[in-house]
T-cell receptor
Framework: GNSVTQMEGPVTLSEEAFLTINCTYT??????LFWYVQYPGEGLQLLLK?????DKGSNKGFEATYRKETTSFHLEKGSVQVSDSAVYFC????????????FGPGTSLSVIP | NAGVTQTPKFQVLKTGQSMTLQCAQD?????MSWYRQDPGMGLRLIHY???????DQGEVPNGYNVSRSTTEDFPLRLLSAAPSQTSVYFC????????????FGPGTRLTVL
């Protein structure tokens, strides 16, 4: 079946450290892949996306590359800031079904000065 | 555009009480959905709608009702609140259900005593 596996946190980093949050998926066909971010007290918002293999999504210094061969979509940022403290969700929207966006469990990131 | 709005932001209920969580969007999106977010569980789909007059169940529909009389509004009703319904509830909308970005409201934090 379709699923998303995401590294669980919490993750605590110092400011300017390198960030990687792993995400792997299982799906039929070639779905789009998303990363959403949830800042404290807010709803989720789309951070970046990729719609086909080898696509690289990027936004706010974050990047993720759609790797078909490893079925992965890892989120990276070269230098995190305190303002990046949030929960990050990898998501798999299914194009064949009306009722499914599969979200990973979320990874909580805390960046300390 | 206001995007997706939800009211109330916080609510405390006693077991057995009923209430309606309001959700509205001004983006003319066809697809709307309700999720609940619980610690360690990620987001779970409660109900969804693919257009006015059409609703269907998600993965955790028990204890909740929905209706979709207009494109803009998608209220979620708790008929007889239970402590297990203590959660944060998010409404989301998208242009279509198949593989598109979802826009989330700010959430309603519900506590059932």
């Amino acid at each position: 079946g379709n699923s998303v596996t995401q590294m669980e946190g919490p993750v605590t980093l110092s400011e300017e450290a390198f960030l990687t949050i792993n995400c792997t998926y299982t799906a039929t066909g070639y779905p789009s892949l998303f990363w959403y971010v949830q800042y404290p007290g807010e709803g989720l918002q789309l951070l970046l996306k990729a719609t086909k293999a080898d696509d690289k999504g990027s936004n706010k210094g974050f990047e993720a590359t759609y790797r078909k061969e490893t079925t992965s979509f890892h989120l990276e940022k070269g230098s995190v800031q305190v303002s990046d403290s949030a929960v990050y969700f990898c998501a798999l929207p299914l194009k064949t079904s009306y009722d499914k966006v599969i979200f990973g469990p979320g990874t909580s990131l805390s960046v300390i000065p | 555009n206001a995007g997706v709005t939800q009211t109330p932001k916080f609510q405390v209920l006693k077991t057995g009480q009923s209430m309606t969580l309001q959700c509205a969007q001004d983006m003319n999106h066809e697809y709307m959905s309700w999720y609940r977010q619980d610690p360690g569980m990620g987001l779970r789909l409660i109900h969804y709608s693919v257009g006015a007059g059409i609703t269907d169940q998600g993965e955790v529909p028990n204890g909740y009702n929905v209706s979709r009389s207009t494109t803009e509004d998608f209220p979620l009703r708790l008929l007889s609140a239970a402590p297990s319904q203590t959660s944060v509830y998010f409404c989301a909308s998208s242009y279509s259900a198949k593989g598109n970005e979802q826009f989330f409201g700010p959430g309603t934090r519900l506590t059932v005593l």
